[in-house]
């Protein structure tokens, strides 16, 4: 199985939610083929004017293999794709939303007809989501929301799994253990 594993945690090796993607991958993913984005490393900038001129004229020529849409070939191959995010302003770092917006690509990652609508063209069995957050957001995790909207919605993948860690920094005394706790409960 081919995994994607799309790293947004911006705080590198300081962030709790890499350390979820780390005992996430170690038991879930341990003899499979893994690609990573680590969207820090990446040059990505939000779509503008000219940048959205570009993208639909390459697509209107059928120039999918141009390496503007690297990302987005990237993401329709895998197999399943594993996000990994912390929570933060209600959703997730604005970094995945720039990303998104860069694999989402008409005759790509989905297609559209008048007869049949949208139909998503990714290969994926299911988005894993990865998440921490330092309050309790009680189910309202606007992320994980997203995710699952744009899986099923646009892209095609109509699972999606979610591993969410809350309540870290209520006690900062206690931030350690909730975290160990929660990658116990989370994957047992």
């Known amino acids: 199985m081919k995994v994607l594993v799309i ?11 890499a350390v979820l993607l780390k005992a996430y991958l170690e038991k879930y993913c341990r003899d499979c083929e893994t690609e990573y984005v680590k969207l820090y490393e990446k040059e990505l900038k939000p779509l503008l004017g ?5 993208r639909d004229s390459l697509l209107l020529k059928g120039e999918y293999d141009n390496p503007f849409f690297d990302l987005a070939r990237q993401f329709r ?3 399943r794709i ?6 933060w302003d209600m959703s997730f770092p604005s970094l995945l939303k720039v990303y998104l917006e860069r694999v989402c690509a008409s005759g790509i990652t989905f297609g559209t ?3 049949a609508g949208l139909q998503g063209l990714c290969h994926a069995d299911k988005f894993v989501y990865l998440s921490t957050c330092g ?3 009680k189910g ?3 992320g994980a929301r997203y995710v699952r909207i744009l899986g099923q919605r646009l892209l095609g993948i109509n699972e999606t799994e979610e591993f969410i860690i ?23």
């Open 140 to 142: 309202e995790n606007e």
């Open 135 to 137: 309050g309790f957001v």
């Open 77 to 79: 191959d895998a197999d």
């Open 113 to 115: 007809s008048a007869e």
């Open 50 to 54: 000219e940048d959205i001129i570009y």
């Open 7 to 17: 790293d947004c945690c911006v705080r590198k090796e300081l962030s709790a939610t």
């Open 82 to 87: 594993v996000i990994a995010a912390p929570f």
């Open 166 to 188: 809350d309540g870290l920094d209520v006690d900062p005394s206690k931030r350690a253990q909730v975290l160990k706790d929660g990658i116990k409960r989370l994957l047992s």
